[in-house]
């Protein structure tokens, strides 16, 4: 990226986000887990979305799912292990959704975790920051 060239982009509150670009959001002892719009226009368009059944167990660093981009595909593993609860089958027939509307109506996954801290997860500031460290 150019240094003159500026990127915009959105980051939500009331979420963690990890270094991967993924967004958690907690809510009863589960967390809704989606895509940030930072990594959905640094990769370009997304064309697929491949996400696991729900039931399934992950265990931390296992793969959560997949999605493939305009430049190429990214897997996202796990912070947590836990159970997959429900996945959003939405992404997978519209997967534009990630790109229109990453934190209401493209998340990815319900996930139930085991033992759940956000200790290696950052705050929006902290994401932010980190973006600008990863950007310069």
């Given at each position: 990226?150019?240094?003159?060239?500026?990127?915009?982009?959105?980051?939500?509150?009331?979420?963690?986000?990890?270094?991967?670009?993924?967004?958690?959001?907690?809510?009863?002892?589960?967390?809704?887990?989606?895509?940030?719009?930072?990594?959905?226009?640094?990769?370009?368009?997304?064309?697929?979305?491949?996400?696991?059944?729900?039931?399934?167990?992950?265990?931390?660093?296992?793969?959560?799912?997949?999605?493939?981009?305009?430049?190429?595909t990214l897997v996202f593993r796990s912070y947590f292990s836990g159970e997959i609860i429900e996945v959003n089958g939405e992404v997978e027939i519209n997967p534009e959704l990630i790109d229109d509307s990453p934190y209401e109506h493209g998340w990815c996954m319900i996930f139930e975790p085991h033992n759940m801290s956000f200790e290696d997860l950052m705050d929006p500031d902290e994401y932010i920051e980190y973006l600008q460290e990863v950007l310069i």
């Amino acid at each position: 990226m150019d240094s003159d060239e500026i990127q915009e982009f959105r980051v939500a509150h009331k979420r963690r986000y990890s270094k991967n670009h993924l967004w958690y959001q907690e809510k009863d002892d589960r967390i809704t887990i989606g895509v940030t719009d930072f990594i959905s226009q640094e990769k370009g368009e997304v064309l697929r979305v491949v996400l696991p059944h729900a039931g399934n167990e992950v265990y931390v660093d296992e793969e959560l799912f997949s999605i493939d981009f305009e430049e190429g595909t990214l897997v996202f593993r796990s912070y947590f292990s836990g159970e997959i609860i429900e996945v959003n089958g939405e992404v997978e027939i519209n997967p534009e959704l990630i790109d229109d509307s990453p934190y209401e109506h493209g998340w990815c996954m319900i996930f139930e975790p085991h033992n759940m801290s956000f200790e290696d997860l950052m705050d929006p500031d902290e994401y932010i920051e980190y973006l600008q460290e990863v950007l310069i």
